[in-house]
């Protein structure tokens, strides 16, 4: 098993930045490949994709609306996967989740998911 806890959400204006933090812990984490991402809900909406990166931390990939502000990175040697949220928008205000799934496989969608982190609120004013 997998356990993920999120930091560093808040408040910020729109135009300015956040940096997320995933720790990742368990047994199996330092041994095995597990791909990881980001993921968001908005109130009212359905949880969407935001990024993920392979686990190498060679690979990412970008949801089209956050492509060019938001950068994910992962660092193995501290168990952490980050994710850089610059230029924010209020459209941008949501939970977001931490997630893995074991495998080398590219999830771009919360579906594709099996480990989850309780979740940090970001909220970007206008």
């Known amino acids: 098993q997998v356990q993920l806890v999120e930091s560093g959400g808040g408040l910020v204006q729109a135009g300015g930045s956040l940096r997320l933090s995933c720790a990742a812990s368990?047994?199996?984490?330092?041994?095995?490949?597990?791909?990881m991402g980001w993921c968001r809900q908005a109130p009212g909406k359905e949880r969407e994709f935001v990024a993920t990166?392979?686990?190498?931390?060679?690979?990412?990939y970008y949801e089209d609306s956050v492509k060019g502000r938001f950068t994910i990175s992962r660092d193995n040697a501290k168990n952490t996967v980050y994710l850089q949220m610059n230029s924010l928008k209020p459209e941008d205000t949501a939970v977001y989740y931490c997630?893995?799934?074991?495998?080398?496989?590219?999830?771009?969608?919360?579906?594709?998911?099996?480990?989850w982190g309780q979740g940090t609120q970001v909220t970007v004013s206008s």
């Open positions: 997630a893995a799934k074991r495998g080398s496989v590219r999830i771009m969608t919360p579906l594709g998911y099996d480990y």
């Open positions: 368990g047994r199996t984490f330092s041994t095995l490949i597990y791909t």
């Open positions: 990166i392979s686990w190498t931390g060679r690979s990412t």
